[in-house]
T-cell receptor, first 116, second 114 residues
Framework: AAGVIQSPRHLIKEKRETATLKCYPIPRHDTVYWYQQGPGQDPQFLISFYEKMQSDKGSIPDRFSAQQFSDYHSELNMSSLELGDSALYFC???????????????FGPGTRLTVL | LAKTTQPISMDSYEGQEVNITCSHNNIATNDYITWYQQFPSQGPRFIIQGYKTKVTNEVASLFIPADRKSSTLSLPRVSLSDTAVYYCLVGAPPFNNAGNMLTFGGGTRLMVKP
């Protein structure tokens, strides 16, 4: 079965640079979520989109922005990168299942961002 | 969001059944219980989800007592490859098809030994 695709898988940037992470959800999934996981930490929710509109917002820095496009893929834009932004960034996607009344999130493999 | 409490770590041996219990005393009427597995440097992987009683799939069982204040993830006959962090999450599905963020808290580090 098709899974969530994230690119790039690894990214190295310098401080104050910008980075763009891409997420391609599972086909027919209309909701995308972004999570950040620092070293030794639990995943932390950043932001989510449903039908190209922002639906929830978590602890996302103002330096970060994201959007969901008409083909449902999403991009997380990160500017003025700081050393503390080094982390794994996961994208997840979901779709409401009326049969079970649930919307299980399925995660991608993640993008490892290293800021030097 | 209901707060969850689960053991920080557990050890087991290959071939044994592992039961990980999660407490969620403040679970709301509409909340579901979901378990994820995460290997190092990989995205969390959905294991099982339930609302009440017992749910079973090809990899695990989820037991939920009548009061729903706790739940137990049961992994039958674990192998070395089951060594991972297991997260218990509690939350309500959206009723308007909007996104529903997951709050990961703690997690149980399961170590399976040969």
């Amino acid at each position: 079965a098709a899974g969530v695709i994230q690119s790039p898988r690894h990214l190295i940037k310098e401080k104050r640079e910008t980075a763009t992470l891409k997420c391609y959800p599972i086909p027919r999934h209309d909701t995308v979520y972004w999570y950040q996981q620092g070293p030794g930490q639990d995943p932390q929710f950043l932001i989510s989109f449903y039908e190209k509109m922002q639906s929830d917002k978590g602890s996302i820095p103002d330096r970060f922005s994201a959007q969901q496009f008409s083909d449902y893929h999403s991009e997380l834009n990160m500017s003025s990168l700081e050393l503390g932004d080094s982390a794994l960034y996961f994208c997840a996607s979901s779709s409401w299942d009326p049969r079970t009344s649930t919307d299980t999130q399925y995660f991608g493999p993640g993008t490892r961002l290293t800021v030097l | 969001l209901a707060k969850t409490t689960q053991p920080i770590s557990m050890d087991s041996y290959e071939g044994q059944e592992v039961n990980i219990t999660c407490s969620h005393n403040n679970i709301a009427t509409n909340d579901y219980i979901t378990w994820y597995q995460q290997f190092p440097s990989q995205g969390p992987r959905f294991i099982i989800q339930g609302y009440k009683t017992k749910v079973t799939n090809e990899v695990a069982s989820l037991f939920i007592p009548a009061d729903r204040k706790s739940s137990t993830l049961s992994l039958p006959r674990v192998s070395l490859s089951d060594t991972a962090v297991y997260y218990c999450l509690v939350g309500a599905p959206p009723f308007n098809n909007a996104g529903n963020m997951l709050t990961f808290g703690g997690g149980t580090r399961l170590m399976v030994k040969p």
